[in-house]
Each structure stands twice: as structure tokens, then as C-alpha cells.
């Protein structure tokens, strides 16, 4: 009996303790929604009808079926350049990243283009965190942002690591930054979350193969996205323990990989796909008000570009442009025929298919809309519609003012035009910014060449 009693005691003090112990963590479903490579494509520029892509097509896609523990992350370059304007347009990216409930961006090589003090103003005025472990200040070899972040989901501790290959910049680095070794700032950020998570995600702006290295070289991080890539992913790869995935496409795709999480088990793989926004998603009003509002800001800036000195501080000392813009109508009094051809396209009409939108002051459209913009001797914002408007002779075939000299009778003046060919469309007609550009389909539309009888005429007045 007294055996009996002493059991019974061990039994009770056994299952006392077992009720006092944490519970155990319950499996998670953990989709993970990432973009790359957005380009500051708050929605698509309107150029033509079907087109793909743009935060407004993503917005209404998340909405309409990420659950709210969706993990969401961008690899980089969500922003279009470094010009002043690039600045201000990729504070209201970040707005919309941050209503899209994002936990993470990180940088890529044109976020790195800005200068160190820009990107210090961006961390400070940021609603979304952004990352870089190896974009470092110049000074003390920091890095400007966090390397990572650390978020909960269910049980689980999930850290994102942001990197990115100084071999993906087109360019240096903006001013007062450098981009430190990849590997090295992986290492120490692991070395930070060691102990701290239960997945670790890493973020890393480079290529195929590299997104392949890493995973081989660091088995810690059982997700690796990508990327400065070609074309996003056609398949799921697995290097070692991690699982490789990339995007890109200028906004116009999706990464989805959904994960099933589970204590001391093996990570499983329930979905992997590519999403393509299409335009038969409906854009987001609320996005669309936000790209209005970005439009308004830059209308009513004055901006670098709107300074002919800015245009011209590249040019070397003491040389002058030969030629200058003179405006399609001194062009079209001589040449008939093209002039014909042209005011029955497209081209002709440019400008005015801007108005609409608003977006005839924004520089990332009115460069394919007017003459010369970006020259010194091109179009001005302050020109609103008065001249140097719609894609014009000049637009192509390069300012025109020696060749009116030497064809009103300026006999110093010996200039030819050089050969154009499809790359010379390509300039404009590229990317989101045209249908698929095929020249046997385009140049009958506006095919046209040296006038029957042109006729040297004194040029007209300007407007």
C-alpha cells in the first residue's frame, strides 16, 4: 500500500509537471508575398491600352488574397533613379509599400545611387523598414540601415536579411556611401540572429548564380530571394538546405512561395509561383490618388532638370554644342511629304495624350513626349504647350539648327544627318513604355523619307 501511495505521488508530480511546461508551438501556414525591380511604378504609365504591372494591379491582388500573416518583402530597386524627382517619387513608394503592410525593403542598386545624406533623410521619414547589411557610410563603414529585422508570426521568429552585390551597380555609389563585401555582412548578421529565430529569409539584389552561391555557402538561410535577374524564376530552386526564388519585370510580376512551418521539423513547400499583373486586375484608387499627388509635388517643384546650367555642367569648358532645337514647324515647311505622314500619327499628338493624366509636368514622362528634353536646348517644363512639344522631327533625328543654316543659304555650314534604324525608336518604344516594338510593324505607319521636290524656304518666325 505504502508502494502504492509513493507511486501514485511520482504519477502526480509527473503530470504537474508536464501542465506547467510552455505549450507546444502549433504548425504555420506562412505565405511569402516579394517584388523586385518596381522601379518606382506606382501604376502603369498609360502610354497604350493592356498594359501590365504597377503598385496600384499589386495593391488590389494583396488585398483580395494575402491573409493578414502574409511575410512581405521587396529585394530592391523599387525606385526608378537618383534625379532629384527619383527622390521625391520614391517617398510616396514607400507609402504605398508601407499600406501594402510590407515588413521589409531592401536597397538595390539605384536606391544605392542616392547620396548618404538622402538615404539618412529616407531612414528618418520612412513608414516601412528598410534594410542594407552592406551598403556602408563612407566615414565609419557602417552600414546606413539595418542589416535586419526580426518578426513574429504565430510561434515563430522570422529575420530578413537585406544584401546587395556591389558587382549589380551600373554606376558607383552615391555620395559618402560604399557597398562592403556580400558574404562578409551576410556573416555577421547571422552571426546576430544565431539563437534569435526559427527561419531566417535573405534578401540579396544580385544574379542567378550568385543567389545560388549564397544559398551553398550559407545553410542558415533556408530562404534566399532574389534579384538583379533577367526574368523572374521559371522553377524553385533548392541549394543545400536553402530554397532559391527570384523576380523582377519592372512591377509587372509577383513572387509567391507559401511555407509550412513546423517545430523540429523540416521546412515543406505548399505553393511556389510567379504572379503576373495583368491588366484585368483593377488598379487601387487609393494608389492612383497617391501617384496624383506625387504628380502635384513635382509640377509645382522646381527641380534640377529645369536649369539649363544643370543640363549643361557635363559639357568640357570651352566647347559649344554645334547644334541646337529649332521645333518641328521650321522642318515641316520644306518637307512636305514627311510633313504629311507625320501630322497624320501618332507622334504628332504626343503631348497632348499627357494632359489627361496630369503627367505633362512629370520628367519620367514628358522625356518621350516633347523634343530635347534634357538638353540644354530642348524642351523646358516652363514651355507647358507653347513649342518644342510632341515627338517631332528633332526627336529623332537630332537637333536641327545647323542643317536650316546650310538650307537657307549659310554656306560655312557643312552638316549631314546620320543614318537612323530601330534602335533609334528603341530610345522610347521599350519596356512598359510600348506595345513589343517590332519595326516592320511600326515604320509603315510613319514611313517617310527625302521629299520628291523639298523646297529651301527662309525659316518661319518662331512661335
Excluded at 501556414?29 to 522601379?39: A, E, G, K, N, V
Excluded at 518637307?335 to 509636368?361: E, G, I
Amino acid at each position: 500500500m505504502r508502494c502504492f501511495i509513493k507511486s501514485l505521488r511520482v504519477a502526480l508530480l509527473v503530470l504537474l509537471a508536464a501542465g506547467c511546461g510552455p505549450a507546444p508551438v502549433p504548425p504555420l501556414d506562412l505565405p511569402i508575398y516579394f517584388t523586385c525591380d518596381t522601379r518606382g511604378r506606382l501604376e502603369p504609365c498609360g502610354c497604350f491600352a493592356g498594359q501590365f504591372g504597377g503598385l496600384t494591379r499589386l495593391k488590389t491582388l494583396l488585398d483580395a488574397e494575402a491573409p493578414a500573416g502574409a511575410l512581405r518583402v521587396d529585394v530592391g530597386d523599387a525606385v526608378g533613379g537618383h534625379e532629384d524627382y527619383d527622390v521625391m517619387e520614391y517617398r510616396y513608394v514607400l507609402r504605398a509599400f508601407a499600406a501594402m503592410k510590407y515588413d521589409a525593403l531592401n536597397l538595390g542598386g539605384r536606391e544605392a545611387r542616392f547620396s548618404a545624406a538622402q538615404l539618412r533623410e529616407i531612414r528618418r521619414t520612412s513608414p516601412v523598414p528598410i534594410l542594407s547589411a552592406n551598403l556602408l557610410d563612407k566615414k565609419d563603414r557602417l552600414p546606413v540601415f539595418d542589416a535586419c529585422r526580426i518578426v513574429q508570426r504565430g510561434g515563430f521568429r522570422i529575420g530578413i536579411v537585406g544584401v546587395l552585390d556591389p558587382r549589380s551597380l551600373d554606376e558607383t555609389p552615391g555620395e559618402g556611401l560604399v557597398v562592403g563585401d556580400m558574404e562578409t555582412a551576410v556573416e555577421r548578421s547571422l552571426a546576430g540572429l544565431r539563437g534569435r529565430t526559427d527561419l531566417i529569409v535573405l534578401l540579396a539584389f544580385t544574379d542567378e548564380a550568385t543567389l545560388a552561391r549564397l544559398a551553398r555557402q550559407f545553410y542558415e538561410c533556408q530562404v534566399v530571394l532574389g534579384g538583379r535577374v533577367s526574368q523572374p524564376a521559371q522553377e524553385l530552386r533548392r541549394e543545400n538546405r536553402s530554397l532559391v526564388y527570384f523576380v523582377t519585370n519592372e512591377s509587372r510580376a509577383l513572387g509567391l512561395l507559401r511555407l509550412q512551418l513546423e517545430p523540429a521539423a523540416a521546412l515543406q513547400v505548399t505553393t511556389n509561383e510567379i504572379r503576373l499583373l495583368h491588366d484585368r486586375i483593377p488598379q487601387d484608387q487609393s494608389f492612383r490618388d497617391l501617384m496624383q499627388d506625387y504628380r502635384d509635388e513635382v509640377r509645382r517643384t522646381r527641380l534640377a532638370v529645369d536649369d539649363p546650367a544643370y543640363l549643361s555642367a557635363d559639357t568640357v569648358p570651352g566647347v559649344r554644342t554645334a547644334a541646337s532645337y529649332v521645333g518641328s514647324e521650321k522642318c515641316l515647311a520644306c518637307h512636305a511629304d514627311a510633313a504629311n505622314v507625320w501630322a497624320a500619327s501618332a507622334h504628332a499628338r504626343a503631348f497632348k495624350t499627357l494632359l489627361p493624366r496630369q503627367a505633362d509636368a512629370d520628367p519620367k514622362c514628358i522625356g518621350c513626349h516633347t523634343i530635347g528634353f534634357g538638353n540644354p536646348s530642348g524642351y523646358r517644363r516652363e514651355f507647358g504647350s507653347a513649342r518644342l512639344v510632341d515627338v517631332g522631327c528633332e526627336s529623332c533625328h537630332g537637333p536641327g539648327s545647323l542643317h536650316l543654316r546650310a538650307r537657307t543659304g549659310d554656306s560655312t555650314v557643312n552638316f549631314t544627318y546620320r543614318s537612323l534604324d530601330a534602335g533609334d525608336c528603341r530610345k522610347c518604344h521599350y519596356g512598359e513604355f510600348s506595345r513589343p516594338f517590332d519595326w516592320d510593324q511600326f515604320w509603315p505607319l510613319i514611313r517617310h523619307g527625302k521629299d520628291s521636290s523639298p523646297t529651301a524656304v527662309k525659316p518661319a518666325a518662331s512661335p
